[in-house]
T-cell receptor
Framework: IAGITQAPTSQILAAGRRMTLRCTQD?????MYWYRQDLGLGLRLIHY???????GKGEVPDGYSVSRANTDDFPLTLASAVPSQTSVYFCASSAEPGSSYEQYFGPGTRLTVT | DAKTTQPNSMESNEEEPVHLPCNHS???????IHWYRQLPSQGPEYVIH???SNVNNRMASLAIAEDRKSSTLILHRATLRDAAVYYCILRPYSGGSNYKLTFGKGTLLTVNP
């Protein structure tokens, strides 16, 4: 069982370029999430999706967009990358969006915007 | 959201039990207590969660105080692979649509061989 896969593993991106981070889960989980992790700031929620076809904004959504066309995939797009988006990005999923359900995380994508 | 307080760091020896404390004095009656850990250069990993009763799983045990103002994550026999940052997180039960995990600074556990 793969769980959650993310691609690419790492990327160096020029400022102003568009980039899509991919996330796929094979657990048929309804809820999916995107977090970013920065030193000293912990993990912060960017966007989430409670079920296929719906998305919502988290704590730090500006500059990012997501889509949830099906259950398995939850891509995160940076329309025009800026250096402040340099971070490690984690995708996560849970069976349901409720607070009694644990979240499973992918291995992360390390993004550097120059 | 209710806050949690954890020691910045703890140290243990391999094959000994580890008790990781967490204080959450402002917990509300419907908050779930979750524990996650993050190994170096990896994504966070779910460990265990509970509401009122003590919980056991293959990874650890969670002991919740009777007044729920504190909890303890117990690793029964620490291994080198358990060296990680451990996060104690309160998750409110709500009808809202945002079920994020709020990670604090956690406890850095060092396991000595």
């Amino acid at each position: 069982i793969a769980g959650i896969t993310q691609a690419p593993t790492s990327q160096i991106l020029a400022a102003g370029r568009r980039m899509t981070l991919r996330c796929t889960q094979d657990m048929r989980h309804n809820a999916m999430y995107w977090y970013r992790q920065d030193l000293g700031l912990g993990l912060r929620l960017i966007h989430y999706s409670n079920t296929a076809g719906t998305t919502g904004k988290g704590e730090v959504p500006d500059g990012y967009s997501v889509s949830r066309a099906n259950t398995d995939d939850f891509p995160l797009t940076l329309a025009s990358a800026v250096p402040s988006q340099t971070s490690v990005y984690f995708c996560a999923s849970s069976a349901e969006p409720g607070s009694s359900y644990e979240q499973y995380f992918g291995p992360g994508t390390r993004l550097t915007v120059t | 959201d209710a806050k949690t307080t954890q020691p910045n760091s703890m140290e243990s020896n391999e094959e000994e039990p580890v008790h990781l404390p967490c204080n959450h004095s402002t917990i509300s009656g419907t908050d779930y207590i979750h524990w996650y850990r993050q190994l170096p250069s990896q994504g966070p990993e779910y460990v265990i969660h509970g509401l009122t009763s003590n919980v056991n799983n293959r990874m650890a045990s969670l002991a919740i105080a009777e007044d729920r103002k504190s909890s303890t994550l117990i690793l029964h026999r620490a291994t080198l692979r358990d060296a990680a940052v451990y996060y104690c997180i309160l998750r409110p039960y709500s009808g809202g649509s945002n079920y994020k995990l709020t990670f604090g600074k956690g406890t850095l556990l060092t396991v000595n061989p």
